[in-house]
């Protein structure tokens, strides 16, 4: 729940740094980039170890095919969803900012819908979206794989038991990415995205595996402090570096993809630890809010989007600008969520569980 509520103000944060997106404040802040810079390596891997995680624990005790329906059905709909109507507006905005199409919403969506290439897009598109895409294609590999769970689970538990626990997967991540990810970078196109594909696609397995260790989660309980303080290391030297060696070639560039990716791992396994207290304790709130996070996933974007977008003309002061689409944001994750709640039909679109059918 707190990784996605992390998105939220990460795409919040996206209207207002100087990095290209669909919609741009008149208050472009460059004093953002270091905390945006700091989010950047491990936001993502922790999204996807996670759901990688939750998918083998919905998987105890179901068969192979109910698992390929249940979870077609709660991200394939919404994705669907998502598409044809939630990320059509975010297009629109980007358009009329980037190109100065002079319609509204009304007249662009049809084209939106017809795949219109004039306007140098791939429509219609998924947008922030992508990530259900790809947990979608992750989660039938993994059904595909089931057989080679108990193999899988072997290997993990020797892998990643004391030290490895801390050193293998960095040194993975930093391997893909000082190779693939400098050759080929990120696209989130999902037929030509090789290096998401071995990045994310890893991360999503590791959880896989991950879920039945007890002891690295332990580990991570135990050393979350000490991954704290190693996360907080290696970001102060990253950050004091990286404009001069990130993108050199040769070397220099590859040996900063090592350290960038050994600042996310221990970053995320120190949330993981004080996420691993915290959550032993349970509560009510929790529950709702974890049922309510999809809703707002799926929702979220569009209306920093276009809320952006419309309230340019206004010119506000930027603190009230950021403030004002935050409240907005907040208000538009809460009435998706209600409305999923309220309207049955609009479950499974929004991203809830459908409704248990009663037993005579």
Request: net charge positive; hydrophobic share 55%; charged share 10%.
């Amino acid at each position: 729940m707190g990784a996605f509520l992390l998105l939220i103000l990460y795409h919040l944060g996206m209207f207002y740094v100087p990095w290209d997106w669909h919609v741009k404040s008149a208050h472009v802040t460059p004093a953002l980039e270091p905390l945006m810079g700091a989010l950047n390596p491990w936001r993502l891997t922790l999204l996807f170890v996670i759901s990688g995680a939750a998918t083998r624990f919905m998987a105890g005790g179901v068969s192979t095919g109910a698992l390929i329906g249940r979870r077609s059905q709660r991200l394939l709909i919404p994705l669907a969803f998502g598409i044809l109507v939630v990320a059509a507006p975010q297009s629109w905005a980007e358009v009329v900012e980037k190109q100065g199409y002079p319609g509204g919403f009304l007249d662009f969506w049809p084209r939106y819908l017809g795949a219109d290439r004039s306007f140098g897009l791939i429509l219609p598109t998924y947008n922030h979206l992508w990530f259900v895409a790809y947990l979608w294609a992750y989660t039938m590999v993994a059904a595909a794989a089931r057989p080679l769970a108990g193999w899988a689970d072997r290997i993990g538990a020797r892998l990643l038991s004391g030290a490895g626990l801390f050193l293998v997967p960095p040194l993975a991540f930093g391997l893909y990415r000082a190779t693939a990810g400098r050759a080929w970078g990120e696209s989130h196109i999902i037929w030509a995205d090789g290096y998401a594909h071995l990045h994310y696609g890893t991360s999503f397995m590791l959880g896989l595996v991950l879920a039945r260790q007890d002891h690295a989660w332990a580990l991570m309980r135990r050393f979350r402090l000490a991954s704290l303080i190693a996360a907080a290391g290696v970001l102060a030297v990253g950050l004091s570096i990286a404009g001069r060696v990130e993108n050199l070639p040769g070397w220099p560039g590859g040996a900063f993809a090592f350290l960038r990716e050994a600042y996310a791992w221990a970053a995320i396994c120190a949330l993981f630890g004080y996420a691993n207290v915290l959550v032993r304790t349970g509560s009510p709130l929790l529950t709702m809010l974890s049922e309510a996070i999809f809703p707002a996933y799926i929702i979220h974007q569009t209306t920093i989007v276009v809320a952006g977008h419309l309230m340019k003309p206004l010119a506000l002061p930027a603190p009230i600008e950021a403030g004002v689409l935050l409240i907005l944001t907040a208000a538009s994750c809460a009435a998706a969520y209600g409305l999923a709640l309220a309207v049955p039909a609009l479950r499974l679109p929004l991203g809830l569980k459908p409704l248990r059918k009663s037993r005579t």
